[in-house]
Nanobody, 125 residues
Framework: QVQLVESGGGLVQPGGSLRLSCAASGFTSDDYAIAWFRQAPGKEREGVSCIRSSVAIASTYYADSVKGRFTISRDNDKNTFYLQMNSLKPEDTATYYC????????????????WGKGTLVTVSS
């Protein structure tokens, strides 16, 4: 079955950087979408970024709140997806989840079929 395992969260100071990883396995297709979501306490789950697994598709998608600061990428050899987060702000504090669906990208949480357990990112001085 599909498994998504996040790693890389932690405590970072404002202005700092973190890179999250999502190890994906169990897909029967080589064309699926991986998205990052985040959820802060008391807030709705928010779509952050999305990328397709297919090497033929270069499109990436970002929420306005992270454009220019976050970069999504993939390593197809490792079936691993990354979210590089730069210029972090306290409002980026949340649990970050990796999610998947086939095949199109989406930043709407209710459209995703598979979820990881999340990794906590805390931005604080």
């Amino acid at each position: 079955q599909v498994q998504l395992v996040e790693s890389g969260g932690g405590l970072v100071q404002p202005g700092g950087s973190l890179r999250l990883s999502c190890a994906a396995s169990g897909f029967t297709s080589d064309d699926y979408a991986i998205a990052w979501f985040r959820q802060a306490p008391g807030k709705e789950r928010e779509g952050v970024s999305c990328i397709r697994s297919s090497v033929a598709i270069a499109s990436t998608y970002y929420a306005d709140s992270v454009k220019g600061r976050f970069t999504i990428s993939r390593d197809n050899d490792k079936n691993t997806f990354y979210l590089q987060m730069n210029s972090l702000k306290p409002e980026d504090t949340a649990t970050y989840y990796c999610a998947a669906r086939e095949p199109l990208c989406s930043l709407y949480y209710y459209t995703m079929d598979y979820w990881g357990k999340g990794t906590l990112v805390t931005v604080s001085s």
